[in-house]
C-alpha cells in the first residue's frame, strides 16, 4: 500500500509559478516511478509528468515542456513539480500517483495508487 498526500496549489496569476508536492508513504519509496496527471471540470484525465525511480529518467506532456518539471528526493519521500509560466488552461486538479514499477509511463493504469488532489487555478 503507498499512501499519497499533495499540497502546494493555489490561486495564481498568468504567468506565475507554482510547486506541488507529493509525500509518499508506506511501501519504499524507491521501489516505483511517480506520475502528476491533472484533471479539468468537464474533462478527462491528462498525463502531465512523469519520473522513473532514480530521478533519472523523466518525460512530460507536450501541453506543458519547457514550463514544467518532474523532480523527486527519495531520501524525503516526496515528488515535486515545479510549475512556471502558468496559463489559463493550466488550471486542474492535479494528482500524484504511485506506479507499478520503477520505469517511466504515461499511461494511467500504469500506476496503482493515486492522491486526492490540489486545485490549481491560474487567473487571466
Known amino acids: 500500500q503507498v499512501q499519497l498526500v499533495e499540497s502546494g496549489g493555489g490561486l495564481m496569476q498568468a504567468g506565475g509559478s507554482l510547486r506541488l508536492s507529493c509525500a509518499a508513504s508506506?511501501?519504499?519509496?524507491?521501489?516505483?516511478?511517480m506520475g502528476w496527471f491533472r484533471q479539468a471540470p468537464g474533462k478527462e484525465r491528462e498525463f502531465v509528468a512523469t519520473i522513473n525511480w532514480s530521478g533519472a529518467v523523466t518525460h512530460t506532456a507536450d501541453s506543458v515542456k519547457g514550463r514544467f518539471t518532474i523532480s523527486r528526493d527519495n531520501a524525503e519521500n516526496t515528488v515535486y513539480l515545479q510549475m512556471n509560466s502558468l496559463k489559463p488552461e493550466d488550471t486542474a486538479v492535479y494528482h500524484c500517483?504511485?506506479?507499478?514499477?520503477?520505469?517511466?509511463?504515461?499511461?494511467?493504469?500504469?500506476?496503482?495508487?493515486w492522491g486526492q488532489g490540489t486545485q490549481v487555478t491560474v487567473s487571466s
Open positions: 500517483a504511485a506506479g507499478r514499477g520503477r520505469h517511466i509511463t504515461i499511461a494511467s493504469d500504469g500506476y496503482d495508487y
Open positions: 508506506g511501501r519504499t519509496f524507491r521501489d516505483y516511478a
